[in-house]
């Protein structure tokens, strides 16, 4: 049953803190991507990788968050310092090319207080 | 700016009526849009696409309808069921049919109701 997954899928955290998302990506798969969803937004695009090369990740605030493909199995969305406007629910996806459907994870609830 | 809107919040229909779903776009380069429902606590999951060089395509009970000159398209559901109450999300592509960077909606609430 090939299916994303995401760890943790609940955080709760002070303000200020270092806060890490985990995925992993469906095997096989060689883009993945970093999604935000908040009642305002929707889902917004952070971030996206392919083949483990950052593409594009212009959606996301450089000066605290981070995200990376340390290997094909794990990527990571990080957040130093977190802040209060970060709680949201976060979600990784991953694709094929040149197939255009990508395949969400079940999301990490941050709240950060 | 949002490229792809979906002007309705939340939307109620009968059990057994027709759910239909609006989705407008403004970048002309989009060329491939998807149709993504989403339970709560889960992730969005695939449900239909279509192609721009189409204008609709059929899967079962859903239905998606594109207007390329409108730059709008739908997503018709019929008969409607209890278990198609989620929120169904919009969502587009410029890649030519890559998996890059889908553009997605802020979503629609489809409530059935018995």
């Known amino acids: 049953d090939a299916r994303v997954t995401q760890t943790p899928r609940h955080k709760v955290t002070e303000m200020g803190q270092e806060v890490t998302m985990r995925c992993q990506p469906i095997?096989?798969?060689?883009?993945v991507f970093w999604y935000r969803q908040t009642m305002m937004q929707g889902l917004e695009l952070l971030a996206y990788?392919?083949?483990?090369?950052?593409?594009?990740d212009s959606g996301m605030p450089k000066d605290r968050f981070s995200a990376e493909m340390p290997d094909a199995t794990l990527a990571t969305l990080k957040i130093q310092p977190s802040e209060p406007r970060d709680s949201a629910v976060y979600f990784c996806a991953s694709g094929l090319e040149p197939g255009v459907e990508a395949f969400f994870g079940q999301g990490t609830r941050l709240t950060v207080v | 700016d949002q490229q792809v809107k979906q002007n309705s919040p939340s939307l109620s229909v009968q059990e057994g009526r027709i759910s239909i779903l609006n989705c407008d776009y403004t970048?002309?380069?989009?060329?491939?849009f998807l149709w993504y429902k989403k339970y709560p606590a889960e992730g969005p999951t695939f449900l239909i696409s279509i192609s721009s060089i189409k204008d609709k395509n059929e899967d079962g009970r859903f239905t998606v309808f594109l207007n390329k000159s409108a730059k709008h398209l739908s997503l018709h559901i019929v008969p409607s069921q209890p278990g198609d109450s989620a929120v169904y999300f919009c969502a587009a592509s410029a890649a030519g049919g890559g998996a890059d960077g889908l553009t997605f909606g802020k979503g629609t609430h489809l409530i059935i109701q018995p």
């Open positions: 990788f392919r083949n483990r090369a950052p593409l594009d």
């Open positions: 095997l096989g798969h060689n883009t």
């Open positions: 970048n002309s380069m989009f060329d491939y």
